[in-house]
């Protein structure tokens, strides 16, 4: 029987919202460095709102919002949205083209012993991991952790290892994918205090701490994962709530079934937090202000759309 305590093993992340002041820009940055494609587009109010994703799958929202300030790297909010790929060859193809853009800026690499990643910073300012698991076989744990480092990946090599000459051109085409290709692997946050946030996001969502080695983070997941959400304070410590800005808007969860949401509803309930539910997802904000969406799996793009900002 399921713990009700923690999150459904099977739980995943979600399509991020971004919150971006050129639409355009932003939405053909994503196309033309990630292989993502439109999806979804609505409005609410004066808001235009764009879903693009790859295989079909939502992977990020954008939502035009123009008047807002710049992201303020010191305060809570987004540190990375971390894109999933299945293996080295589409991970490294993916490096490429993003390395390709003028409007990309390339920020550095991380062997990780669970993983292998490459960071870039998109045009307005957000962070994103481009990356792929290793087995799980390969994983080690020491007292009950998974353990995980950064030490340096050569990306030139990385590319020309793993690269054929006849895979340095286009992207193959996303909706040729099988919908597991690519996906929102993680979701690492800006906070400003990490007890705050365990409680939030481990006592309330449900997720299990993975790792506290790495000073000023942790680290949790669902079902063993290294992680599903990260939270550190090395830029943000002591940051109150998150006045309105462009950067990150929603954080999107996807739970098997809708038990689940009861589950959740119970252990949210009984630490006091509040959340407002439609009976297909439930809303509640982290202790900085950022909405936080658990979601029945199967939700349409329409549904993406519609979530709260």
């Given at each position: 029987m399921q713990d009700e305590r923690i999150i459904n093993p099977a739980t995943r992340m979600d399509a991020v919202t971004l919150r971006v002041h050129d639409l355009e820009l932003m939405s053909g940055y994503y196309s033309r460095a990630f292989g993502m494609e439109p999806i979804?587009?609505?409005?609410?109010?004066?808001?235009?709102?764009?879903?693009?994703?790859?295989g079909g799958l939502p992977m990020v929202r954008l939502i035009h919002t123009p008047d807002l300030p710049p992201v303020d790297p010191r305060q809570p909010g987004l540190f990375h949205t971390a894109f999933l790929f299945p293996d080295e060859r589409s991970l490294a193809q993916v490096v490429l083209r993003a390395a390709q853009q003028p409007d990309s800026r390339f920020v550095g690499t991380g062997e990780h012993l669970v993983s292998e990643a490459f960071y870039f910073t998109d045009p307005e300012g957000n962070g994103v991991e481009l990356y792929r698991d290793r087995p799980r076989s390969q994983w080690t744990y020491v007292n009950g952790e998974v353990q995980m480092d950064t030490l340096w990946l050569d990306p030139n090599e990385y590319i020309s290892t793993h690269l054929r000459a006849s895979d340095t051109g286009a992207l193959r085409r996303p909706d040729s994918e099988p919908a597991d290709a690519a996906r929102v692997g993680h979701v690492h946050l800006q906070v400003g205090a990490i007890e705050p946030a365990r409680r939030f996001y481990v006592d309330g969502l449900g997720f299990e701490v993975t790792t506290t080695a790495t000073p000023g983070a942790l680290f949790t997941s669902a079902g063993g994962y290294h992680h599903h959400l990260a939270m550190n304070v090395w830029n943000s410590r002591g940051a109150g709530p998150r006045a309105a800005s462009l950067g990150l808007g929603n954080v999107a969860i996807s739970v098997p079934v809708r038990e689940d949401l009861d589950a959740l509803s119970a252990r949210l309930g009984h630490l006091h937090i509040p959340y407002s539910s439609d009976g297909r997802s439930l809303t509640a904000k982290d202790p900085w202000g950022t909405d936080v969406t658990v979601s029945v799996a199967g939700s349409s793009a329409e549904e993406v759309i519609e979530r709260p900002a």
């Open positions: 979804e587009e609505g409005t609410a109010g004066r808001e235009v709102r764009r879903v693009l994703g790859r």
